[in-house]
């Protein structure tokens, strides 16, 4: 019986929500990094399923005694890499809620509730960020495959009628997408599985201090591009990279693109949450004439992972990308939206109940108050880092994310890239802190995240004075015979 609605039930979710509270409680209480070495939970695990079920008690026993330590905890407040998030803890309940309704949100009528909810929360985001109506929101898992999916509209608004004949043994000119070397990997992926061919991804050149592309760079590559029969086929403006959060002029893009007709789709993957911050709106600014845009709430509106959203002009064009009729799916429906109509996927996850349950909880000011604190600690760490001799600042940290590297005199750039990793790699082994890294003009350097709600400046003080311990206790190492 897969059903189980007894006081068992009960009793186990009241288990499960107390291991929950306990987590949330104290998640640093864990090593921030896992410790497992590859292959520990697969010889830890019988290689055949069980054959009867199990029990409760033991499957529980089982999640903290193998699965656990296998976890790297992006909540710990000490979680700097990457970029470091969190979800508002009432999300989890959402989630639990969507799990036992278990509605597939492919169509209206397989759960209006669904598709309407996604309707009025983006809605309500599209406000909070400042965008203009003209914009429709969708939800998706993730920025890779909402960045696909707007990709796919613009290849679609080429009219090169690809939906029916496909790209092979045509003559068609080739097509371009643009981007930067700082663009995220997904869009490069995204052209790859488009048939674009990746030697198509133009990569512009960036100003060498903000990482930010070169307008006059990316019209004349679009203008050369078309001088010898190329088809521009959209160009990718990041607002908030993923390296340095530095973001491409957007305004100015808009308007090469809007000259020679391009698309352009606006990447604000991490940093397009903080415009919900008066004094972070003007970042989508030139975003508002784009015809795409994605932002993550699963990075930095406090939902769980997943949930990611396109804004997108052209809701019609996107259908025509999409849409087909299956037999077994005839929908009578009119007047209503049916979201596998939109993207690839035909079962969608009623995602949208988290992100509602999230912004109800914590309300516009709730979540201003949260990034507001995020990059407040950021622009603390910048300073300290800053003031800090044999210490530089490697990139502008206009949000949440500095990077930097330690700088001892006497290392050329092979040796200093070797030390930071050094220093890097021992801040991790200890446990109580994880950042990442990142390379610009070809050096490594050290990046650290700051997303997390439960990461107080007690803490960011404590990965900092690991930083300076590994540094000082690497240089002492080379100077001592
Ligand atoms: C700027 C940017 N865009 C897109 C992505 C991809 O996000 P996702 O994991 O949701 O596909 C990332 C991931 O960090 C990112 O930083």
């Known amino acids: 019986m897969t059903s189980d609605t007894s006081s068992?039930?009960?009793?186990?979710f009241e288990r499960i929500g107390a291991w929950i509270e306990a987590y949330y409680r104290d998640p640093g209480r864990y090593p921030v990094l896992s410790r497992a070495e590859p292959g520990d939970l697969i010889r830890a695990l019988p290689a055949r399923p069980p054959q009867e079920g199990e029990a409760f008690d033991a499957i529980l026993a089982d999640f903290e005694r193998l699965i656990v330590p296998g976890i790297t905890h992006w909540n710990h407040p000490r979680f700097f890499a990457y970029f470091a998030i969190s979800a508002a803890p009432i999300t989890v309940m959402a989630e639990a809620l969507a799990a036992a309704l278990d509605a597939n949100a492919m169509a209206w009528r397989t759960s209006p509730a669904a598709t309407e909810l996604e309707d009025?929360?983006?809605?309500?985001?599209?406000?909070?960020?400042?965008l203009p109506e003209a914009f429709h929101g969708i939800v998706y898992d993730t920025a890779s495959i909402s960045g696909f999916t707007a990709l796919a509209a613009a290849r679609e608004a080429l009219d090169l009628d690809v939906r029916a004949r496909g790209l092979a043994g045509r003559d068609l000119p080739t097509l371009r997408v643009y981007i930067t070397e700082h663009t995220h990997s997904?869009?490069?992926?995204?052209?790859?599985a488009l048939g674009i061919g990746r030697e198509n991804v133009v990569k512009v050149p960036c100003d060498p201090d903000t990482f930010a592309m070169r307008?006059?760079?990316?019209a004349r590559l679009l203008d050369e591009d078309r001088a010898r029969g190329m088809r521009a086929m959209a160009v990718t403006a990041t607002v908030?990279?993923?390296?340095?959060?530095?973001?491409d002029p957007v305004a100015a893009i808009r308007e090469i693109t809007r000259e020679r007709g391009v698309w352009l789709h606006v990447d604000a993957a991490?940093?397009?949450p903080a415009a919900i911050l008066p004094e972070f709106r003007w970042l989508l600014d030139g975003a508002h004439g784009a015809d795409s845009i994605v932002l993550n709430p699963h990075k930095w509106l406090f939902v769980p992972v997943d949930l990611s959203v396109l804004y997108i002009r052209h809701l019609d064009l996107l259908r025509r990308t999409f849409s087909l009729e299956a037999v077994y799916l005839e929908l009578p429906d009119t007047g209503v939206r049916n979201y596998m109509d939109y993207g690839l996927q035909l079962g969608r996850?009623?995602?949208?109940?988290?992100?509602?349950f999230a912004m109800r909880t914590l309300g516009v000011r709730g979540m201003q108050d949260a990034l507001r604190a995020h990059i407040a600690l950021a622009q603390e760490l910048a300073q300290w880092v800053a003031a800090e001799a044999g210490w530089e600042i490697s990139a502008p940290h206009p949000l949440s994310v500095v990077c930097f590297r330690h700088v001892p005199p006497g290392l050329d750039d092979a040796a200093c890239d070797a030390h930071n990793l050094a220093i890097m790699d021992a801040v991790n082994a200890t446990g109580e802190a994880y950042l990442s890294n990142t390379r610009l003009h070809?050096?490594?350097?050290?990046?650290?995240a700051i997303g997390n709600d439960r990461t107080t400046r007690d803490d960011v003080l404590a990965v900092w004075k690991l930083l300076r311990d590994a540094a000082r206790q690497r240089v002492l190492a080379t100077v001592t015979p």
């Open 8 to 12: 068992d039930f009960r009793a186990q």
């Open 120 to 130: 009025v929360t983006l809605g309500w985001l599209r406000e909070m960020l400042g």
């Open 186 to 192: 997904h869009i490069e992926k995204g052209a790859i």
């Open 215 to 218: 307008p006059d760079a990316l």
């Open 240 to 247: 908030g990279t993923t390296s340095t959060t530095s973001s």
């Open 270 to 272: 991490y940093a397009g």
């Open 349 to 356: 996850r009623f995602r949208a109940l988290k992100l509602w």
């Open 442 to 448: 070809g050096r490594f350097v050290l990046r650290i």
